[in-house]
């Protein structure tokens, strides 16, 4: 959600110590992983589908709600998010996204939307206890993926009745197709590149909205991915995010060619890659306490492996990558909640680093279980398989690198 509703004069100070609220909260949502969402892991993996009863039971105890994301959202040091992120993707990360995934939209409804689209739009996200709704953000294209300036999803407005009229395709869609409310990303002036990009909410039940293919994929399979068309679906005129005057002057901006304070889809990147790192950090850190406790019971030549260096050294290592991108993370969530400008791309490099940490840890959590690793009688393979899309989505890591480069260099890399 937005970040800058703290002045950086009024940051709180960074403690890595935390507060009885932040204990307590975390040991909540820890209980829910240990207790709810990791047991049904392997079965939501298997079948592939939004596990629906753990969501309902998510927003029966007030987690998955509006109240409970805005509660996340309000604390002034930035660290419940990342704190509560960790937690529940150390419990499954699959499962984790279909409860989470949500935020994205929310996230774009928020930083983007007026005051008033916020209240209309973002309970409609959720949906109520007995009923809960997912929400979508659509930005990918099958053209349109890193370069999110290709955007072909073309919005225009029709006077005569005061709609925007949305055509196009989009891909990989979190909750695509399933969602209430669709937040998608359409051009509005092609010629202007991302510039010319704006958000819109698509209602829950717009015709012209529809679920194109849904992905079958290697990791995160409890997650619903698809394809979502659009095909003349008119959107009342108000469900511009922001609103049209604002588009306007933005517009006039981007063709006068003043520099722009960034466009929609990479406003609300930028804003969650820290709370993204987080759930990277959760599964690494999932992996890592199981290879520490099979190693200590697993005996081969009459002693516990972890008497070995070679399996040791690995656990050392793999306890010390996790904690430096958990300290990476909580200085972006501190930052970005309290309006500090991301001078060097600390987002970004909060998301880099625990992705990659997140796919080489629980590589290593396979080698330290040797065959049982492999096998999928045993969660490490599941987590390793749903760590690496944590260098893809939210920007590859090849383009946080970009990202930060370009950042800390001043210099257009390419
Ligand atoms: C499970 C899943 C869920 C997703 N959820 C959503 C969602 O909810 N909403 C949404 O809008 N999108 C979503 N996405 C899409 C995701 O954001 C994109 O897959 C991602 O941005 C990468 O785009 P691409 O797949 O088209 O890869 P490409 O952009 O085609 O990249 C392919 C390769 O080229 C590299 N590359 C590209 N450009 C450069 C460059 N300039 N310099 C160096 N290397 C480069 C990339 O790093 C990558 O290695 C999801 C994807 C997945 C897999």
Redesign the pocket.
């Known amino acids: 959600m937005g970040t800058t509703d703290v002045s950086p004069a009024d940051a709180p100070s960074f403690s890595l110590e935390l507060n009885d609220d932040q204990r307590a909260v975390r040991d909540w949502i820890h209980g829910f992983a240990a207790g709810v969402v990791r047991p049904a892991a392997a079965e939501w993996d298997e079948r592939e589908e939004t596990p629906w009863p753990i969501i309902e039971e998510a927003a029966r105890i007030g987690l998955y709600s509006l109240e409970g994301f805005a509660q996340l959202y309000a604390d002034p040091t930035g660290l419940t998010l990342p704190i509560v992120s960790e937690e529940l993707f150390w419990g499954d990360a699959g499962i984790g996204m279909a409860i989470m995934?949500t935020g994205?939209a929310v996230s774009a409804i928020f930083g983007q939307g007026t005051p008033e689209q916020a209240a209309t739009w973002i309970p409609q996200c959720f949906g109520t206890a007995e009923d809960p709704a997912v929400a979508?953000?659509?930005?990918?294209e099958p053209d349109?993926?890193?370069?999110v300036s290709a955007i072909r999803t073309r919005a225009r407005w029709d006077e005569a009745t005061g709609e925007w009229v949305i055509n196009g395709q989009?891909?990989?869609?979190?909750?695509?197709g399933i969602a209430g409310v669709h937040v998608v990303i359409a051009t509005v002036d092609p010629e202007l590149g991302a510039r010319g990009h704006a958000a819109f909410v698509v209602p829950p039940g717009t015709p012209g909205l529809s679920m194109g293919a849904k992905?079958r994929?290697h990791g995160?399979r409890a997650?619903h991915?698809a394809d979502v068309h659009l095909d003349e679906c008119r959107v009342p005129g108000d469900c511009l995010l922001g609103g049209r005057e604002r588009l306007g002057e933005r517009l006039a901006r981007a063709r006068s060619g003043a520099r722009s304070k960034g466009q929609a889809?990479m406003a609300t990147f930028e804003a969650s890659r820290p709370t993204v790192a987080a759930q990277a950090i959760g599964i690494a850190r999932a992996a890592y306490e199981y290879a520490l406790d099979y190693a200590r019971q697993r005996e081969q030549f009459g002693r516990p492996i972890i008497e070995n260096q070679a399996i040791a050294f690995m656990l050392a290592d793999m306890k010390t990558e996790i904690d430096a991108a958990r300290l990476l993370t909580w200085r972006a969530s501190w930052m970005g909640r309290n309006g500090i400008p991301f001078e060097s791309a600390e987002g970004s490099m909060s998301k880099l680093k625990a992705g990659e940490v997140a796919v080489w840890a629980t590589e290593r959590a396979i080698q330290i279980l040797g065959g049982n690793g492999y096998a999928r009688e045993y969660p490490v393979e599941r987590w390793h398989r749903d760590a690496k899309?944590y260098t893809?989505?939210?920007?590859?890591?090849?383009?946080q690198r970009?990202v930060i480069a370009r950042a800390i260099s001043g210099v257009q890399v390419?």
């Open positions: 995934g994205l979508a953000f659509c930005s990918s349109a993926g890193s370069d989009k891909a990989w869609a979190t909750n695509g992905v994929k995160l997650s991915t889809a899309i893809i989505f939210e920007g590859t890591s090849e383009i970009l390419r």
